[in-house]
T-cell receptor
Framework: SQQGEEDPQALSIQEGENATMNCSYK?????LQWYRQNSGRGLVHLILIRSNEREKHSGRLRVTLDTSKKSSSLLITASRAADTASYFC???????????FGKGTLLTVNP | ETGVTQTPRHLVMGMTNKKSLKCEQHLGHNAMYWYKQSAKKPLELMFV???????ENNSVPSRFSPECPNSSHLFLHLHTLQPEDSALYLC????????????FGPGTRLTVL
């Protein structure tokens, strides 16, 4: 299975701090994506990193990918209360049509 | 929120009822997806449609019946459901099937009594 698994399951920080979430997966991938979900709502795509990339930035987000360790990390800098949400990594895409999601990390940013 | 809308947002039904979930995408995409999200479980892919043709049925019980009349609309027909089918059902679309980025609707919260 290509299933990603996020770590930690839950993370609570203060506003202004950085938040780091990790994702591990089991098989070769074409790309790895991070999504965000506010409570009971749909998922929102944050960032995609391809298997030949090592690091990518988007605003306050920084994603790294280490294909040798089959792991990725999502860093949110200078967190805000509005960043409170669940964050999921997803692997795959491509010809098998599937995105395989992990169980997510619940991030709580306290004001 | 996104270019993908879902109705209804909440649905309560008995095990003998028949109901349908509707999804519409306004993004001009060619692929649409149904996912099931249960508490404490990863998001589960149910069905994939590409240009109105079903290309993936991820071992979903026959009490769930999808329909894609055109590339903008996707339905999930429900009948004789079980309480364990209670979940958030999410629709998504992408430019082509298996494309990198998927756009999700807000979901339908289904409760089966």
């Amino acid at each position: 299975s290509q299933q990603g698994e996020e770590d930690p399951q839950a993370l609570s920080i203060q506003e202004g701090e950085n938040a780091t979430m990790n994702c591990s997966y089991k098989t070769s991938i074409n790309n790895l994506q991070w999504y965000r979900q506010n409570s009971g709502r749909g998922l929102v795509h944050l960032i995609l990193i391809r298997s030949n990339e090592r690091e990518k930035h988007s605003g306050r987000l920084r994603v790294t990918l280490d294909t040798s360790k089959k792991s990725s990390s999502l860093l949110i800098t200078a967190s805000r209360a509005a960043d409170t949400a669940s964050y999921f990594c997803a692997t795959g895409g491509g010809s098998n049509y599937k995105l395989t999601f992990g169980k997510g990390t619940l991030l709580t940013v306290n004001p | 929120e996104t270019g993908v809308t879902q109705t209804p947002r909440h649905l309560v039904m008995g095990m003998t009822n028949k109901k349908s979930l509707k999804c519409e995408q306004h993004l001009g995409h060619n692929a649409m997806y149904w996912y099931k999200q249960s508490a404490k479980k990863p998001l589960e892919l149910m069905f994939v449609y590409s240009l109105e043709e079903r290309v993936e049925n991820n071992s979903v019980p026959s009490r769930f019946s999808p329909e894609c009349p055109n590339s903008s609309h996707l339905f999930l027909h429900l009948h004789t459901l079980q309480p364990e089918d209670s979940a958030l059902y999410l629709c998504a679309s992408s430019q082509v099937a298996g494309a990198d980025e998927q756009f999700f609707g807000p979901g339908t919260r289904l409760t089966v009594l």
